[in-house]
């Protein structure tokens, strides 16, 4: 997760960082992603059923819940088994996570056991009692999909009528005093809607979006013609850091971040750097180094709605252990996962163009769910890295000297 605000229009530095010890349990909820502990953030599949049919979607969503979806008994004690850990965030999604009867009960306990609840939803079941109900059960973040303007939303989600319903409960949950956001996944069909995205944020006043690049695993062979080329990726990030910068620029402080390739970071770095910008882009360097980067199976874990464990929520062909065995806090710190303990100590495993990275220990080197899926090995390079060699320092394919 990149915040474009933070480094690129300077709304955090390292210093906030740091007067807060870096431990998940103090740090405020814009500040998380640069703890040191790592504790990770769940993503909890709640349910497999969705109202929706989307291209894109990695949890391949059914009409109908899975016959094998954990029970409320277990699903309970799963929230109290992660809240007990130390789990800072437990993001509930799905699936469509409102189709899940209990997921109000499952909400309030993640908060009394100390955890920020966040729900990521595509907005349709949401109507203003539930996000009454949310917000008064102390509920931290709604995320609403919209994954492009009218056409392009509609298209992507199989449904006639999901832009304008998504719209809705983004007003719903704005008047409930619910803390809103869009989640867009940048795709060749919606990076023509960037700007439309941006103008909507601010007639609607929203304060927040998330723009996550594709990562193709799921189950559509649509999804190929999706992914945008380097370029397009490019031109897309720069379009998202001028808009935002824009709105600063007219006084305006939108929360705007970027998902799932961490190359955004360094290119960040390198293009205020060729705008001149050299003692603000060396403060964004320093942020990116206390986030580390891609953090599967450490900063991010991930719980299906049958209780399997996955080391993100995208590469579920990988299953770490099942809550119903054994509790998650045994599953995540199991000293015989070779998979894990190599996640957590990259370095010594990736090769080529990552290994080589200047920027190694500010990226992570990238998401091995992608390098996995694509090119059927977990510690080559990240296929979405759109660096170029000379960018990370490495020509003509030789190795680099360390350092940035």
Known sequence: MIGISKLYCGTVEASDVLRYGRKSASLPSHLLQFSEDKKPVVVWNVTRACNLACLHCYAAATAGRAADELSAAEA?????????YGVPVILFSGGEPLLRPDLLGLVEAAVAGGARAVLSTNGLLLDAGTAARLAGIGLSYVGISLDGLEARHDAMRGRPGAFRGALLAVDTALAAGLKVGLRL????????????????????????VCFYHLVDTGADPRLAREILSHGETRLAVSR????????????LRPEVLTVDNQA???????????EGR??????????????????????????????????????RSVVLG??????????????????LASLRDKRAHLHGRCRDCRYLDVCG??????????????????PACYLTDAEIGRREGAPLAAGV
């Not at 996944?185 to 927040?208: K, Y």
């Not at 808009?243 to 006084?251: L, P």
Request: hydrophobic share 40%; with cysteine.
């Open 240 to 251: 998202i850091a001028e808009r935002t910068r824009e709105m600063f620029a007219r006084g």
């Open 365 to 382: 080197g990238g998401l091995r769910a992608r390098a996995a899926s694509r090119r059927g090995d977990v510690w080559a390079p990240d």
């Open 185 to 208: 996944t940048l795709t060749r069909s919606n990076r023509g809607d960037i700007d439309g995205i941006f103008d909507l944020m601010e007639e609607r006043g929203i304060p927040r």
């Open 264 to 274: 955004d970071g360094p290119f960040l770095y390198i293009k205020m750097k060729a």
């Open 322 to 339: 099942s809550v119903r065995e054994r509790p998650f806090p045994a599953i995540w710190n199991d000293p015989a996962n070779h998979l």
């Open 76 to 84: 309970v004690d799963l929230v109290r088994s992660l809240t007990g």
């Open 278 to 315: 050299a003692a603000e882009a060396e403060k964004a360097l320093e942020l990116l180094r206390l986030n580390g980067g891609s953090s599967s199976g450490q900063g991010i874990g991930c719980v299906s709605w049958n209780g399997d464990v996955h080391p993100d929520q995208f590469w």
